[in-house]
């Protein structure tokens, strides 16, 4: 691997001699091997800073789901059976093959979704430890959970026994943390999968299946299929598939949802946000500077749960606004293989013709660019100017909808009644923050707010806490114990107490 020097003098990996272990593949993972697709079409991998066809995958038939599916099935009570002991160890294993694989995930990563390095540089490290945060729950499920009767004379053991075979379908945006995600307390309840990532990033996956299986996780128990949106449709209606597990768009997730229940069959949801920072009257500007770009634009405003609406006192708006768009406007915007890079392009076609909409509405609605505004001219790739829209009301769409591009909206309000209101205002309830020098007005404020997930001047996940989001950010929790649960079925045996 080589590199090129920038005109700033930072580096700029060669793509020519990137050493990626998968580039044009023709085959799934399935019952332990890497087998070849039944079908004969191919979806193409495209590098979003460059637009090169630089990768190819199969788009999988259905008799190859259900060969995943098979496959997966077959494995269930050999795995089931394990001791979560044991299978916890295969994990804190397959933890460590990942981190090893950390280099060319990140560098694959890159070029599907032009996340910067700075970004994909820490998923595997990231994916490593929630497989170990996992494990460690391991005692939770080998600890005998009795229950006296409440009126005396019976006790009820609760048994936790593996959903079964799940799917799990993930986005483009993190692609390896939002499979691991789901993939890890699978595991360790004793479930196995197929796995069907986005298919922009069909790729950078395949090295979490191979740190699994270098693990020695048995063969059956992770598989993966690649394709389209109809494959995922496939595997989700799959009769033997016993819940489904799916982070993406709002719309999706609907058709998903309607599919699950009319077969009964349990879902995990994570969807769209348009979460808000609300900045009380007492912010340190300089501290809200410092994590803007992280908490409201964090890879390229490709991020689900992300304060992409700015709520600021009116008697601060002025500073606050220019303060802000002097951040985004000095943050670089580049190549993801160059290490200056915070924002890289838009992911995909649609999704930069997407912004570009979304920017052109915001302008014809009113709201003023103080930085960006348009596209970005780099001579190729999708790439989107960061955009900071001052002087947004509450009705715009810029302000409602979610976007999914590196676009800001900065709202003013008058008192922190009104913030939380305008906070409230919104189908979605995923995350959120509050920005104020005082940490316990910040909660009780941060309480107001009508979401799953919100952070006192910063945000982050917490491999051990719930998240999930309300309304139309989703169904159910992914993380903490209570993501563990949505992989296990409960049975209660009554007994007599002699």
């Known amino acids: 691997m080589s590199a090129a020097t920038s005109d700033a003098g930072a580096a700029v990996l060669d793509r020519g001699s990137l050493d990626l272990p998968y580039t044009r593949e023709d085959d799934h993972f399935i019952d332990g091997a ?5 079908g004969s079409v191919r979806n193409v991998v ?7 066809e630089w990768g190819a995958v199969p788009n999988a038939t259905a008799e190859d ?24 160890a295969l994990m804190l294993r397959a933890a460590d093959e ?10 694959t990563n890159s070029r599907e979704n032009g996340s910067p390095l700075a970004e994909t540089a820490g998923a595997a490290a990231n994916a490593a430890g929630i497989l170990r945060y996992f494990a460690s729950l391991a005692d939770h499920l080998e600890t005998p959970d009795v229950r006296p009767f409440p009126n005396g004379g019976g006790e009820t053991v609760v048994s936790w026994d593996p959903v079964g075979v799940c799917a799990l379908i993930a986005p483009w945006n993190f692609p390896i943390n939002l499979v691991v995600i789901k993939l890890a307390p699978a595991l360790l309840a004793g479930c196995t999968v197929v796995v069907k990532p986005a298919s922009p990033t069909p790729l950078s996956i395949r090295l979490v299946v191979d740190a699994v299986a270098a693990a020695g996780v048995p063969a059956g128990v992770v598989n993966l299929v690649t394709g389209s949106g109809a494959v995922g449709d496939t595997l989700v209606r799959h009769p033997q598939v016993a819940k489904v597990a799916f982070t ?28 808000a920072g609300i900045v009380l009257p007492d912010v340190d ?8 770009i992280r908490s409201c634009l964090r890879n390229t405003g490709q991020t689900c749960y992300i304060s992409t609406r700015l709520l600021v006192p009116a008697q601060r708006y002025d500073e606050v606004l220019d303060a802000v768009t002097a951040t985004v406007a000095a943050a670089p915007l580049g190549d993801p293989l160059d290490e200056r890079t915070v924002f890289g392009p838009v992911a995909t076609r649609a999704q930069y013709d997407t912004v570009l909409e979304y920017l052109a509405a915001g302008h014809a609605e009113g709201a003023r660019a103080t930085t960006g505004g348009s596209a970005a001219d780099l001579g190729r790739g999708y790439y989107v100017r960061p955009t900071v829209f001052a002087d947004v009301t509450p009705g715009m769409r810029v302000a409602r909808e979610e976007i999914f591009g590196p676009v800001l909206s900065v709202l003013r309000y008058d008192d922190v009644d009104q913030a939380v209101d305008i906070a409230n205002d919104t189908a979605f309830g995923l995350g959120g923050i509050v920005f104020s020098g005082d940490d316990e007005r910040a909660y009780q404020v941060a309480r ?13 996940s917490n491999h051990s806490a719930p998240f999930g989001g309300r309304g139309d950010s989703g169904l159910g929790v992914e993380y903490g114990l209570e993501g ?3 992989y296990l079925s409960p049975q209660s045996v009554h007994r007599r107490v002699r």
């Open 484 to 486: 563990l649960h949505a």
């Open 248 to 275: 993406g768009s709002t719309p999706v997730g609907r058709r998903i949802a309607a599919a699950c229940g009319e077969l009964l069959r349990p879902v995990t949801l994570e969807l769209g946000g348009k979460s």
């Open 98 to 107: 990942l981190e090893r694989r950390a280099q060319p995930l990140a560098w």
């Open 34 to 38: 890497w087998r070849p697709s039944t």
């Open 46 to 52: 495209v590098d979003p800073a460059t637009e090169e």
């Open 65 to 88: 789901v259900d060969r995943a599916v098979a496959a997966a099935r077959r494995a269930l009570p050999g795995w089931a059976a394990l001791a979560p002991s044991e299978r916890a």
């Open 285 to 292: 500007v300089d501290e809200l500077s410092r994590v803007l």
């Open 448 to 460: 107001r707010v009508s979401t799953g997930s919100i952070g006192l001047n910063f945000f982050a």
